[in-house]
């Protein structure tokens, strides 16, 4: 007996329906259903911001509060991607002042947004609550004032690693006296100095302030202050951690943390003075995540810190921690979950620090839940990797930088291939995974057998022919994202796995092998592919078909090749022949 | 005292604090033009009753206190006790609760259909409710399709 609810039912059922898969799986149960649950979704997370228009989005969900967007390639956190790319809110945000004037949230990564766009943004939505800007950049301080005065009801504002045009910290000010609805607060990226009276009174106001991440601007005399108007504080991100030592000062300080009985999370740390660490010992306990990556203290100091924090899930820190710091580490953070060590000095020629696969192998070994790995160091050997991974079954993420590349496992001068093999072979549930070091064809024919669970890869300067790229492109099943650079790869392994391309969101392709005559062929063959050339030199239909191209970026889309192209980035479709010409 | 008959002629006697757990009811009650014997022809006899379980075990009474004062946690382990029916029973008292206008019933009931239909794929999905997929297969292409792409 089929059975139909009214729609109303339907409506408070699927209220209780939130994942975008879940979301995803009930509209295509039947016309009535996708008609229901269309008007009653309420937040989208678009991954490829130009993999659907804006018009679309609209169209199919006319009622939506939340929105995600994702705009530029991973690769343009080491900018492989030129200036002017693309990626650009504004038509996204014209279009939704239209569509939906409640809209409550946007979070957006990797993406252009302009001040008009905040000002759009303060103006048009009554209801707004939350604007993260992830790596965002194009914007200025006068940007934030906009949203600082208008948005009545700011619940977040996240500009966490974005580029600011920083004319003046007096856009804090503009934050009315009535606001006094703020639970997230991250400036950590600005640079000038902002009102430190406005922000005070600001933080003073809040109540509900529970995340607080301040810029390296914020001297330490001022934190006390702070931190007694928000002992309600679960993250903070400190400002510069440096003052000439002064007993009062420091005392201060201690008073000031040990009110702070719901610290979670601790960040910032710029310029931090070894003297000044323990005026934050009495909350280590509770800490459980730690971004130390801005500190630049060495390990004896490192570690009397990192011991203080039995509780610690997350870590991130400077090479100087090197191998005895993270055996330390291992010793005392028996609930580790995340590492990430980064280099103090990635282009120095000589190692300034006694940090090698040792410390990483130590953690491995002493800390059970540990699942992502991300890595910066300058050796490695395939037995260090091969007992990560025996290790560590668990892992999901693990991404390994040793910065010299092709760097061989430096006691055999083998390639990393069995090292890293045994690392999908043994980790099951792999979800991320970057290479470094030596690595042959060999490598690839491991990632395709093994990394079926695999849904990113980087691969820089490896393998040695077509044959590599074949192995992951036709191995991995749950492969989405796929980043290369410098590698010998190219049409051969393309061409033959054009199908592969539609199940995955992106291709991206710099200093390899592919031709621009492969890249015509493979936007011909697959036109629902955005096959996008990038190539600073000029047309590529002015040089002969086997010339290679410089970069290339392929992904599915279902709102066709993109109008808003640069003119160094060319869209192999169909009708590109026509349009050149 | 007020009394319901479901639509197969069974009557049922509940206190006036019951009652009003019912918005429907209540309301009908507030306008005056609750008769002694209230109709309620959507809803049949023991569907009926099984309503009537669930508010009587949640009605919050001064006077009864003493009785039916349960913790939170006692409230949520019979509320999982109660919701293990069969579909059919299941699905008609979410009817029933709809029309009654039961608030805590219908989250109840509507929570236990959203956690059949979580992690499921749509051809699972319409197995459970026997729902007949009206979409060409062209159609339903092109939806997986901007889903996948776009939306995930």
């Known amino acids: ?581 | 005292m007020i009394t319901l008959r479901s639509s197969d002629g069974e009557t049922f006697d509940l206190d006036e604090v019951v009652a009003v757990e019912l918005q429907t009811i209540k309301n009908m009650m507030e306008d005056g033009c609750a008769e002694s014997v209230i109709p309620v022809p959507n809803v049949e006899g023991k569907i009926l009753a099984k309503v009537i379980e669930y508010c009587k075990k949640h009605v919050k009474s001064t006077v009864k206190a003493e009785e039916h004062a349960l913790s939170d946690a006692d409230l949520k382990a019979w509320d999982s006790d109660f919701i293990k029916l069969d579909q059919a029973t299941l699905f008609d008292l979410i009817m029933a609760a709809n029309y009654l206008d039961i608030k805590s019933l219908l989250d109840l009931l509507c929570q236990t259909v959203a956690n059949m239909i979580k992690g499921k794929s749509p051809e699972e999905i319409r197995q459970i409710f026997n729902i007949k997929n009206d979409f060409t297969p062209e159609e339903e292409q092109e939806i997986r399709r901007e889903n996948q792409w776009a939306f995930q």
């Open chain 1, 1 to 581: 007996m089929a059975y139909s609810f009214p729609e109303e039912v339907l409506e408070h059922v699927f209220s209780f329906i939130h994942t975008d898969k879940d979301r995803n799986a009930i509209s295509v149960v039947c016309k009535s259903w996708y008609e229901v649950e269309r008007w009653s979704r309420r937040r989208v997370f678009v991954g490829n911001c130009y993999a659907v228009s804006p018009g679309i989005v609209i169209r199919r969900f006319p009622e939506l509060r939340s929105v995600a967007l994702k705009g530029k390639p991973h690769f343009a956190d080491f900018n492989l991607v030129p200036e002017g790319w693309g990626g650009n809110v504004f038509p996204w945000i014209a279009t939704m002042t239209r569509a939906y004037p409640m809209l409550e949230e946007l979070r957006l990564k990797r993406m252009v947004v302009t001040d008009e766009s905040l000002e759009l943004i303060s103006r048009s939505f009554k209801n707004f609550k939350v604007l993260v800007l992830f790596s965002c950049e194009g914007f200025s301080t006068d940007g934030l004032a906009a949203i600082a005065a208008n948005c009545r009801n700011l619940r977040e504002l996240d500009l966490r690693e974005s580029e600011v045009d920083d004319l003046s910290g007096h856009w804090l000010t503009h934050f009315p006296d009535s606001c006094t609805s703020l639970v997230s607060l991250n400036i950590s990226c600005l640079g000038s100095e902002v009102s430190f009276s406005a922000l005070e009174r600001l933080v003073g106001r809040c109540p509900n302030l529970r995340t607080l991440r301040l810029n390296r601007a914020v001297p330490l005399e001022r934190l006390p202050n702070l931190l007694h108007r928000a002992p309600q504080l679960v993250e903070l991100g400190t400002g510069a951690y440096t003052a000439e030592p002064r007993p009062e000062v420091f005392s201060s300080l201690e008073g000031a943390f040990a009110n702070c009985k719901e610290l979670k999370s601790l960040s910032g740390f710029w310029d931090v003075v070894p003297d000044y660490l323990p005026s934050i010992y009495s909350i280590c306990s509770g800490i459980t995540s730690l971004n130390l990556s801005y500190a630049t203290i060495q390990s004896p100091d490192l570690v009397k810190l990192v011991t203080q924090c039995p509780n610690l899930q997350r870590l991130w820190v400077l090479d100087y921690i090197e191998d005895s710091g993270l055996e330390a580490l291992a010793a005392h953070c028996k609930d580790l979950q995340e590492l990430r060590v980064f280099p103090s000095e990635p282009y120095g020629a000589e190692p300034n620090v006694a940090l090698t696969e040792q410390g990483l192998v130590s953690v491995s070994e002493g800390c059970p839940k540990l699942h992502s790995v991300l890595y910066f160091c300058r050796q490695m050997t395939n037995a260090a990797l091969v007992s990560i991974a025996k290790n560590r079954p668990n892992m999901t993420r693990f991404r390994l930088c040793i910065l010299e590349p092709e760097t061989p496992d430096y006691q055999t001068m083998e390639p990393l291939d069995v090292g890293f093999g045994a690392i999908v072979e043994h980790c099951k549930e792999l979800r991320r995974l970057s290479l470094s070091g030596l690595l042959t064809d060999r490598m690839f024919d491991y990632i395709g057998t093994h990394a079926k669970k695999l849904e990113m890869l980087s691969v820089a300067f490896a393998g040695d022919s077509d044959l590599g790229l074949h192995h992951v492109l036709s191995g991995c099943e749950s492969l989405r994202k796929l980043e290369i650079r410098d590698c010998p790869w190219g049409d051969k392994a393309l061409l033959a796995n054009a199908a592969k391309l539609e199940t995955m969101r992106s291709l991206w392709m710099s200093s390899c092998s592919v031709s621009y005559g492969a890249c015509k062929l493979l936007g011909q063959k697959m036109p629902r592919l955005n096959v996008e050339v990038i190539d600073e030199r000029g047309p590529p239909d002015s040089r002969p078909e086997s010339c290679l191209v410089e970069k290339l970026y392929i992904y599915r889309s279902v709102a066709g090749p993109r109008l808003d192209m640069p003119s160094f980035v060319r869209t192999m479709d169909e009708d590109s022949e026509l349009r050149l010409s």
